[in-house]
């Protein structure tokens, strides 16, 4: 069964940092690119990053760019979110989802509270 | 990237046939035949119900269609069941190398 269980979130203060982690299982993770997406607290999907299957292509909504950095580790079938310089309008479920000619499937997501 | 733009809520009564809309423009939902749709059911992660304009995954059923015409994609969900209230959104690969999602329909079975 392909399987996408993200980790990692939690409670941070206004520009402190926290990584998120994506471990997939089920499928041949090094083939596909994978994706970042957020949803704030009772609003829609946001699409925030993706990454190639090698590692070396990353791309970045401008809203994170700078801030935010998207990495993977094929040996560890993982992926990673690193976000610096939280801020509060980054508050949001956080799903990681796999590059199938579409975002499919979907881990069941982490939450990010950016508050003091 | 603006979000692309759907109405906000869509009913329709047990049996009937719903129609979503998803506007775009030339840089995202007209120039590619990269749109897809997912469904979210409360407190639940999206679920792809339609790939590449109107191709459906295995196990989606097939009252779910969806199409494209200029800028503008849609989803067609027929035989309207209870089940089938959610919130659907619709994505699009951009010309930025980047993707934009929709603002989200809220579909109402009376």
């Known amino acids: 069964e392909v399987q996408l269980v993200e980790s990692g979130g939690g409670l941070v203060q206004p520009g402190g940092s926290l990584r998120l982690s994506c471990a997939a299982s089920?499928?041949?993770?090094?083939?596909?690119?994978m994706h970042w997406v957020r949803q704030a607290p009772g609003k829609g999907l946001v699409w925030v990053s993706r990454?190639?299957?090698?590692?070396?292509?990353?791309t970045y909504a401008d809203s994170v760019k700078g801030r935010f950095t998207i990495s993977r580790d094929n040996a560890k079938n993982t992926l990673y979110l690193q976000m610096n310089s939280l801020r509060a309008e980054d508050t949001a479920v956080y799903y990681c989802?796999?590059?199938?000619?579409?975002?499919?499937?979907w881990g069941q997501g982490t939450l990010v509270t950016v508050s003091s | 990237q603006s979000a692309l733009t759907q109405p906000a809520s869509v009913s329709g009564s047990p049996g009937q046939s719903i129609t979503i809309s998803c506007t775009g423009t030339?840089?995202?939902?007209?120039?590619?035949?990269?749109v897809s749709w997912y469904q979210q059911h409360p407190g639940k992660a999206p679920k792809l119900m339609i790939y590449?304009?109107?191709n459906r995954p295995s196990g989606v059923s097939n009252r779910f269609s969806g199409s494209k015409s200029g800028n503008t994609a849609s989803l067609t969900i027929s035989g309207l069941q209870a089940e089938d209230e959610a919130d659907y959104y619709c994505?699009?690969?951009?010309?930025?190398?980047?993707?934009?999602f929709g603002t989200g329909t809220k579909v109402t079975v009376l």
């Open positions: 590449e304009v109107s």
């Open positions: 990454i190639n299957s090698d590692g070396r292509s990353t």
């Open positions: 994505s699009s690969y951009t010309s930025s190398s980047s993707y934009v």
């Open positions: 089920g499928f041949t993770f090094s083939s596909y690119w």
């Open positions: 989802a796999r590059d199938s000619r579409a975002f499919d499937p």
């Open positions: 030339s840089s995202d939902v007209g120039g590619y035949n990269y």
